[in-house]
């Protein structure tokens, strides 16, 4: 009933307990409480060293950039630093991250379609590897910023409409996000226009949980239509398995389209940046729940001691999961896990045969490492659950649960 080919590397079942790293989770629960957020520490190494090997095996000039958006930790940062990725930041807040992780401001790009002054400023005076232009705004803002040129791409719309979630397309002419294809070129006008900018090459990103690797195929083939350049960051997207029914392309399968589709149409010397954010982290990541209360009604309500305030894909993209329950029960039951918090739509699966729950049962949500921390909220005054790192047998905590006197420490009582 549990299928481990979704859960991370390390995960292990020894008798009816999942272990992950060689930790047990109801130590790790007993240990930091839950709601608890559990990283396999080897299971992210090798998944960064898997992408960076599958980019410079076929193309030495590449670049893996962990999207921070997606897990915004300085520790899950420093990790894949340490194993050769640089970073995306699409803002001060996290620029500011993945400068506390010690990772080489080189090897950053800054996104945003919205950036203000200080976003720029601060990551032209950290020396940024490149800031990406996104709008004319950005283009005026840069010169206005800079005291010398600015390594700068261009993000460009490659009128892709990616096949996944209508929330995560990002790729179209109508997109808010990068030039629409029919105005590139008076951009890069406008750019080379402007000494304080050094325009090396373009930026595109499809969307995200992009299953069809033909689509990136088709990104490059759009980015090849427009004058070329000597680099090329071509965003993140990869998708990743969350049932285990579902069925995904390798990182290698996905490096070796993009390599090949890049060596067809441009010179074998071009710089390829890749930025996956959900492909590094998803599946190195679970939650873990405890049951508070199970109703038994029309439907079986089990319900966790989290929910919506610590995973918002659920009801944002209507992302499906499969949680499961661990207990020592013989029997099976079809129930909807339910969060805690006061929404209908705040409910983590329907219709999932699962370990007949009971009170004080651990939940294991998995696959919950991309978009689910990042997103986090105090709803309900719920209080941000904790980042524990396993491996090795050792658990070490990454981030400490919030406090309610923190939840407070920002109300300026009168
Ligand atoms: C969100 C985003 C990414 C990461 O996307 P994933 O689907 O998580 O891989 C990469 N680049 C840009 C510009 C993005 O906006």
Same mark, same amino acid.
């Given at each position: ?97 993945? /400068? ?52 700068? #791409? +261009? ?8 096949? !996944? ?57 759009? #980015? ?13 997207? /990869?998708?990743?398995?969350? /049932? ?42 679970? !939650? ?27 009801? #944002? ?14 029997? !099976? ?14 409910? +983590?699966?329907?219709?999932? +045969? ?58 300026? +009582?009168?």
């Amino acid at each position: 009933m549990i299928d481990l080919g979704i859960y991370p590397g390390t995960a292990e079942l020894s008798g009816d307990m999942l272990s992950i790293g060689g930790c047990r989770i109801d130590e790790l629960a007993e240990e930091y409480g839950t709601p608890l957020i559990v990283v396999d520490e080897e299971a992210l190494r090798s998944r960064a060293r898997e992408y960076v090997n599958a980019f410079k095996s076929r193309h030495e000039r590449s670049e893996v950039l962990f999207a921070a958006k997606s897990f915004p930790s300085a520790s899950v940062i420093k990790v894949l630093s340490q194993e050769g990725c640089g970073v995306d930041v699409a803002s001060r807040g996290e620029l500011e991250i993945a /400068l506390a992780a010690g990772s080489a401001p080189s090897r950053m790009v800054l996104h945003g379609n919205a950036k203000r002054d200080s976003d720029i400023s601060e990551a032209i005076g950290a020396g940024v590897g490149y800031v990406v232009i996104d709008n004319l705004d950005d283009v005026e803002r840069i010169s206005r910023l800079a005291s010398k040129p600015v390594p700068a #791409l +261009l993000r460009v719309s490659p009128s892709v409409a990616a096949s !996944t979630h209508s929330a995560m397309i990002t790729g179209q002419d109508s997109s808010k996000f990068g030039i629409p294809s029919y105005q590139v070129a008076d951009a890069i006008a406008a750019i080379r226009r402007e000494p304080l900018i050094d325009l090396k090459g373009l930026h595109a990103h499809i969307g995200s949980q992009v299953l069809d690797l033909d689509q990136f195929e088709a990104e490059v083939e759009a #980015l090849a239509q427009y004058e070329h350049f000597e680099v090329y960051d071509l965003g993140g997207g /990869l998708g990743v398995r969350y /049932l285990s029914s579902d069925v995904v392309p390798s990182v290698d399968d996905y490096a070796e389209c993009l390599v090949k589709a890049m060596h067809r149409y441009f010179d074998q010397n071009v710089q390829i940046m890749v930025e996956p954010g959900r492909s590094m982290i998803a599946k190195q990541v679970v !939650t873990v729940y405890q049951v508070v209360t199970v109703k038994r009604s029309e439907r079986v309500h089990v319900a966790v001691d989290g929910g919506m305030s610590d995973n918002l894909e659920v009801s #944002l993209y209507g992302q499906p999961f499969e949680p499961a329950v661990f207990n020592h029960a013989d029997q !099976t039951e079809l129930v909807d896990i339910v969060g805690q918090h006061c929404e209908s739509g705040d409910t +983590l699966v329907r219709d999932i +045969l699962v370990r007949k729950p009971s009170v004080g049962d651990l939940v294991v949500n998995p696959v919950t490492g991309a978009y689910c921390y990042t997103m986090r909220n105090n709803y309900n005054a719920a209080l941000a659950a904790p980042i524990v790192f396993c491996g090795g047998s050792q658990s070490r905590l990454a981030v400490r649960r919030q406090t309610y006197e923190e939840l407070l420490a920002r109300e300026v +009582l009168s």
